[in-house]
């Protein structure tokens, strides 16, 4: 884990000019103080050499900001919309799950993403940008379900969100979402349909991805292309869409 993030910091960082942020999830209720979340850093098993890269939040932090945060669910999606919110200055930010894992070079995967925007004709940073499927969810998937409270299922559209770019334009319909009309449902539908009913650009990546199962599960950019396995017929995909 350590080398990983290593390594984000020098390619998907400094290889990239970037910043590099790691979140991290302190599980308590209360708000706390700047001082407070230093030493929880200190006594965390987070190497010192990350500790000036962090961002501590707590559920109590997140609550007071937005009603429908629960600690019972997980609504990373919450946090993100927050967490860009504070940093206005970002045109773009990258989301990466901590258990992904890419093989190739990071730089080249944001240039190249980069290039076919524009190759698309993109006039503007695109607002939302996934390596899987943007496409509407089949009608007995259970989270399709869950979300019917929010967007009909013609209007939701789903999408895997191991990596995502996200617009300061998608975080503040999100947050409008989140805040102004207090809704909220699964992270994997919530963003992409954001965006889909807030007519924003969603750039879909067909990428390689993998999932390997057993006592650790960790997806990967590697070979298999997961996009494959499922049943296209029952999706209906829109927005932008390139081939690498």
């Known amino acids: 884990m350590v080398l990983h993030m290593r390594s984000l910091v020098v390619e998907a960082g400094w290889g990239s000019e970037n910043h590099v942020m790691f979140l991290v999830h302190h599980k308590s209720n209360q708000t706390l103080s700047q001082t407070e979340k230093n030493t929880i850093l200190l006594l965390s098993n987070i190497p010192t050499e990350f500790h000036s890269l962090c961002h501590v939040f707590t559920d109590g932090e997140m609550k007071a900001e937005y009603s429908g945060y629960s600690e019972q669910r997980f609504h990373p999606h919450i946090t993100f919309a927050h967490v860009m919110r504070l940093h206005p200055k970002y045109e773009l930010v990258w989301f990466i799950e901590e258990d992904v894992r890419y093989t190739g070079r990071w730089p080249t995967l944001f240039r190249d993403v980069e290039l076919f925007a524009n190759n698309q004709g993109l006039q503007?940073?695109?607002d939302f940008v996934s390596f899987e499927d943007i496409c509407e969810p089949t009608s007995d998937w259970v989270y399709s379900?869950?979300?019917?409270?929010v967007f009909d299922r013609q209007t939701q559209r789903h999408s895997?969100?191991?990596?995502?770019g996200w617009s300061q334009n998608l975080a503040k319909?999100?947050?409008?979402?989140?805040k102004k009309d207090d809704q909220n449902c699964y992270y994997e539908v919530f963003p992409p349909s954001v965006a889909k009913n807030?007519?924003?650009?969603?750039?879909?990546?067909?990428?390689?991805l993998s999932l390997k199962k057993g006592i650790v599960k960790t997806g990967v950019v590697c070979q298999h292309a997961r996009s494959l396995l499922l049943v296209r017929s029952q999706f209906q995909e829109d927005g932008l869409s390139m081939m690498a």
């Open 124 to 126: 503007q940073v695109p």
């Open 145 to 149: 379900k869950e979300c019917e409270h």
């Open 160 to 164: 895997l969100g191991v990596v995502w």
């Open 173 to 178: 319909a999100l947050i409008d979402r989140l």
């Open 198 to 208: 807030a007519s924003l650009n969603s750039l879909f990546v067909p990428h390689s």
